[in-house]
């Protein structure tokens, strides 16, 4: 809106009355703009006033209305035809629901006519609309004026002739300088029930364009009230109208002589109530966002319905932990998640913030409608019942907020179960809620409760999607022997949030250890569920120490005899940092980027691609690759680097050139990978991304003996690990445990042993790891050890002592591991 200027006509158009439209049944004509306060004063006067009644703004301002309006005659055209003779019938030339408006007591429009004597010009036919303006400012009354003259003009050329002009009826937009201005335009659309948001956007465009106010008319467009063009208003007719309309607000029966006009005006509000519960179920339910859909739910009736809106959910529905069960009661908790209203900005905030959760006792209207699941209305809230609520609000005081108003509590229901209800005020200056009022109410509380649910409904099972993704998903600690590990999962953006993709990381003998990324095929809890399955499978054949190769040949036969439903590719990387190696095996995944660490380039590597797991019948291949201390790995699933019509190729090397690139740890490093590839449009797939770099272990940092079958050897295994431990100078306590448990493994191998040597070996990484090879194929368990036993309390004292522990078999027979906690270096 343009406020307090007014720009010239544009070329090629006149400002005037006369202005012949391009539609001889549509056109614009100058429109004049009054607005009256509280007071019955004029708050503002428009350029198109100045014209039409020829007095300038600095004079209209702040003067009563009565007197800057003056009516010397009217129409005499019926006998019953209002009259305007005098200065004190001059305003009621205006009609009887202008008069009374100022008195606050029209509570819906009106419209008239009438000739007016204007300086300069003897006779002006003006037709005028009158709108009660509510809310919080001081505006109580929007007056419109247009030269009848002016009209008959535009429509001269018509082929309807004066029977067209009857039955046009007026539209307008707005072009103000006053402050409210912003708060009219916005509701053009109430003015005009009618019109959409669209249309009303138009007009406004149209009147910025013109740069003056302008009655627009049409043959459709309709107005709540239209003055006869053609035929002269009847104060007797306007004045039944408006008793029998005070009668229906007040509940009263309607006389014999006042039912037509009563049911002109049920009929009139049954349709407005329709247009609107039927333009709130259009703004409402865009989004299965439960937080979105409670703000578009409160935004959707303030303020054509009410004044402040308020919006409590039981705290089941805000958690998304489904369905609440039985009658809410008195120990029920409702979360405010939601407050609209037209009062100025922070009334509210202080004294009922959004996100506070309250119960509500059992006397009061809230407890009524939460219980029995049926609208409250209350006409006006007493001062007894303002007491009553305050109440509920420790130390602060709402009283002066909520006394006085109108007040309607609809339930928010769906399955016959109440999720939650929405607390409605009126301003005093507005009609109370009426009992028309409470059956629209009722219905816009039930549509809004089928949306909510369905938005409870999505929020629950993404909810649950959400926990069972996390809980299949490892929780992968960031040191492993050797190496350091960081791992990223984003799930599908547009097919569903629960996906087949995963990775692992176990730990193996040796101080290896084994990197997994997985793809089951397909989405749903279907895909996940099959990926738990062959995600415990790996876990537990790596535990078995196989080989790569081996182990998928395992893996796909496992598949197949689960079904033959789901496919999936695996790639399985065993990390050796003390030989430097990588031994890896792949089941039609895409293949690793290794970034060396002596140039930093990334590159793919060559592996045969093998088939996808749940074939059968195809041959896996295990590759081995030489890696230096410092080098990166990169293994992550097809989701990441696959968009739709384009070529892998080009994800590939982008994936190949933001894992080269420097960054200051592994999450750093990660999340480069993820903004150059992971946040594209057309990403539908999870994603599963594992990065490790390569620490390697140094070759001082392990020892080796080779103990002979004698029982002197235990002695001598435990004064080479002592002198060791010196050596790396660990503190004497470590030193002392570790002798110990040595002594207890050693003794435990010689005595099952059969021809090799016992192997010994310790290495020194961020913990101290002993590991003991024999070529017995029996693994060692806990076991009870009685008084009088000579065995079976060497592996509970290893149980007690160490850190982590456990055994494996491998090709020669097992070995058995302990891990023991090192002091920061």
Known sequence: MDHGTERDTPPGRRAGPGAVPADPVAGRVPLAVVVVDRDGLVSHWSRGARRLFALPKEEAIGRPAPDLLPVSGALPDAEDATAYGSSAAAYDG????????????????????????????????VLWWAYPLVG????????????ADGLRRDFAGG?????????????????TDFPGADELARRLPEI?????????????????????????????????????WGV?????????????????????????????????????????????????????????????????VSRAVVPRFTDVAGTYLREQVVAGEGFPDGVPDTTTMWHRVALEHTDEPGRWDDVVPVGEAMPFPAHTPFFQCMTTGEPVLVPRISEEMGHSIASQFEKRDIRPLITGRSMLLVPLKARDVVLGFMILLRHPERPVFNDMDRVTGAELAARAGLVLDNARMYTYQENVAETLQDSMLPHIPEHMAGCDISTRYLPGTLLGRVGGDWFDSVKLPGARTALVVGDVMGHGLNSAAMMGQLRTAVQTMAGLDLPPAQLLRHLDDLARRLGDTHLATCLYVVYDPI????????????????????????????????????VGGVPFETVRVRVEPG????????????????????????????????????????????RALGTHGGRRDDVALLMARLGGIEPDAVAT??????????????????EQLHDWALPANVADTAELMVSELVTNALRHAHTRPVELRLVRADTLLCEVDDDDHELPALRGAGPDDETGRGLRVVSTLAREWGASRTKAGKTVWFELTLPRR
């Open 705 to 722: 003996w080779r103990i002979d079958h004698h029982p002197a050897e235990a002695g001598r295994a435990r004064a080479a690990v002592r």
């Open 631 to 674: 080098d990166r790995l990169v293994m992550c699933t097809d989701g990441l680097v696959e968009v739709r019509g384009e070529d892998i190729g080009v994800g590939l090397a982008t994936l190949c050139e933001s894992a080269a690139h420097p960054a200051a740890s592994m999450d750093d490093a990660c999340d480069t990978i993820i």
């Open 159 to 175: 082929s309807a002739g004066e029977a067209t002009v009857e039955r046009i009826a007026p539209g307008f937009a707005l072009h």
């Open 232 to 296: 002269p208003r009847r104060a007797g007719r306007r004045a039944r109208r408006e008793r029998a309309a005070r009668a229906l607000a007040a509940g009263e029966p309607v006389p014999e002589d006042l039912r037509d006009e009563a049911e002109d005006l049920e009929y009139a509000a049954v349709r407005e109530r329709l247009e609107f519960l039927n333009e709130v179920s259009g703004r409402i339910g865009t989004s299965l966002d439960l937080s979105r859909t409670v703000v578009e």
């Open 94 to 125: 205006f009609g009887p629901g202008l008069a009374t408006s100022l008195d606050g007591q029209l509570s819906y429009p009106a419209a008239g006519r009438a000739r007016l004597t204007v300086p300069g010009n003897d006779r002006v036919d």
């Open 579 to 614: 030989a430097g190696e990588l031994h890896l095996a792949n089941a039609g995944h895409i293949p690793p980027v290794l970034v060396r660490a002596q140039d930093g380039a990334g590159e793919l590597l060559d592996l045969p691609t093998g088939a996808p797991i749940g």
């Open 136 to 147: 919080p400012g001081p505006e109580r009354l929007l007056v419109l004026a247009a030269d």
């Open 192 to 228: 005009l029930p009618s019109m959409s948001v669209g249309e009303s956007a138009r007009i406004v465009a149209q009147v910025l364009e013109l740069g003056y106010p302008v009655l627009e008319f049409s043959r459709n467009d309709r107005v709540p009230v239209t003055p006869d």
